[in-house]
T-cell receptor
Framework: QKEVEQNSGPLSVPEGAIASLNCTYS??????FFWYRQYSGKSPELIMS????GDKEDGRFTAQLNKASQYVSLLIRDSQPSDSATYLC????????????FGTGTRLQVTL | DADVTQTPRNRITKTGKRIMLECSQT?????MYWYRQDPGLGLRLIYY???????NKGEISDGYSVSRQAQAKFSLSLESAIPNQTALYFC???????????????FGPGTRLTVL
């Protein structure tokens, strides 16, 4: 059983719309949650981290965490073509100091 | 200059050859990681090191070895390369001081390795 699950997509949204990316995880004791963006052939870059239940906003990005449902999401408002990339969800599991488990990523396509 | 660098960026080699991928960082982080990425399989951890004297196997360490020569340097070796080790390899570091907290990992640019 995968520890971090993401829909592989592609998720297609029109420019200016809200993109909603979802991630579920299996370790109920997980402490830290991250969203990375990865352009094709490039390295992952951090977008957001979230540690507590609720929402965390940074510019056009909002991360949402629900530990009871073991669910973390990323909302991208006013989606731009430059947001087209693969988004990786990562989780630090219980007792694995700084070791992250990554989902396989969701590919987002923002269409004109 | 980039905080995490990897050399070489691209490498083509033949089955059975020994190859070393190198990673250097200027972030001052103690923790370093090696991942491989394959289409549809995501990032998989090969080895990780929490300091110079601490080396740990990840989920797919068979066929690989590592060396932590200094706090800033972490090398990955393929002793006898095989075609199914063809992949994109990333080095990452983590530690205090970043916007995402201590657990946040920062990635190098990657090495594209092809084993013929």
């Amino acid at each position: 059983q995968k520890e971090v699950e993401q829909n592989s997509g592609p998720l297609s949204v029109p420019e200016g719309a809200i993109a909603s990316l979802n991630c579920t995880y299996s370790d109920r004791g997980s402490q830290s949650f991250f969203w990375y963006r990865q352009y094709s052939g490039k390295s992952p870059e951090l977008i957001m981290s979230i540690y507590s239940n609720g929402d965390k906003e940074d510019g056009r990005f909002t991360a949402q965490l629900n530990k009871a449902s073991q669910y973390v999401s990323l909302l991208i408002r006013d989606s731009q073509p430059s947001d087209s990339a693969t988004y990786l969800c990562a989780v630090r599991n219980t007792g694995t100091a700084s070791k992250l488990t990554f989902g396989t990523g969701t590919r987002l396509q923002v269409t004109l | 200059d980039a905080d995490v660098t990897q050399t070489p960026r691209n490498r083509i080699t033949k089955t059975g050859k020994r190859i070393m991928l190198e990673c250097s960082q200027t972030k001052g982080h103690d923790r370093m990681y090696w991942y491989r990425q394959d289409p549809g399989l995501g990032l998989r951890l090969i080895y990780y090191s929490f300091d110079v004297k601490d080396i740990n196997k990840g989920e797919i360490s068979d066929g690989y070895s590592v060396s932590r020569q200094a706090q800033a340097k972490f090398s990955l070796s393929l002793e006898s390369a095989i075609p199914n080790q063809t992949a994109l390899y990333f080095c990452a570091t983590s530690g205090p001081g970043g916007k995402g907290g201590t657990d946040t990992q920062y990635f190098g640019p990657g090495t594209r390795l092809t084993v013929l």
